[in-house]
């Protein structure tokens, strides 16, 4: 599968999902990233009219947990986030910010991603770190 495939994959997966609901699209992938693009407007808005934390959090955990099916991509391995963290430095009201998954630590049984998640002039709106559980595919029977 090539990376455009892998990428038209993704964004298929993402029908009827949190990641349609928040226009999440997968736009960018590499050998060990994964870029996301989210549009900032009301829907995803606090009472202040500025982008939300936690949907800020629904793009970097939507990204990283893509990337982390993207690495493991052929390996009969699922992973599932275990954990995330989420530093909010830079207020956004609209626009279009992305997150950019990279991989920090791949082993046996954990994953750890960054992602930072910027606005359109490259600015730093959040630092992300999520870790995911690396395990066997259980076979359904």
């Given at each position: 599968?090539?990376?455009?495939?892998?990428?038209?994959?993704?964004?298929?997966?993402?029908?009827?999902?949190?990641?349609?609901?928040?226009?999440?699209?997968?736009?960018?992938?590499?050998?060990?990233?994964l870029v996301a693009k989210m549009p900032v407007d009301a829907r995803v808005h606090q009472p202040m009219g500025l982008l939300h934390g936690g949907a800020t959090v629904a793009l970097a955990e939507s990204v990283a947990s893509a990337a982390a099916y993207a690495l493991s991509k052929g390996s009969g391995r699922e992973v599932r986030g275990l954990e995330i963290t989420a530093n909010h430095l830079k207020s956004k009201s609209d626009g279009v910010v992305t997150g950019r998954a990279t991989i920090i630590h791949d082993g046996r049984t954990t994953q750890l991603w960054e992602i930072r998640i910027e606005d359109e002039a490259g600015q730093l709106i959040s630092l992300c770190k999520m870790t995911a559980l690396v395990f066997d595919k259980q076979q359904k029977g």
């Open positions: 599968m090539t990376n455009e495939d892998i990428l038209q994959k993704l964004n298929s997966m993402s029908a009827n999902t949190l990641m349609e609901t928040l226009r999440i699209e997968y736009i960018e992938l590499g050998d060990d990233y």
